[in-house]
């Protein structure tokens, strides 16, 4: 599936596997490319973390804008069960 198909509907018929490569996917091209702006790859990956966390697939977050943009807008149960990887490579679990 190509970025520009993705909706909350749509993600609901991809598998796990391709939800996570999506996932990736928009860490690459965060601030990379001129196709998305940086708000819409923000509103992309918010519907994909909220998908993965409906499916109870993992996922980690990472310090970097992209993470710190989208979680804030979470539903508040995705933003109580996510992984943070700290700068000292510690994983700590985020509680919102």
Request: aromatic share 6%; proline share 3%; hydrophobic share 35%.
């Amino acid at each position: 599936m190509k970025l520009k198909e993705i909706s909350p509907k749509s993600l609901k018929k991809v598998l796990d596997t391709e939800l996570s490569t999506l996932h990736l996917r928009c860490h690459q091209l965060y601030g990379k490319t001129k196709e998305f702006s940086e708000d819409d790859i923000v509103k992309i990956h918010v519907w994909i973390l909220n998908e993965m966390r409906y499916r109870g697939v993992g996922y980690l977050i990472r310090d970097n804008e992209l993470d710190r943009r989208s979680k804030p807008l979470l539903r508040k149960e995705e933003r109580t069960l996510m992984i943070e990887m700290k700068p000292n490579n510690r994983v700590a679990w985020s509680r919102g």
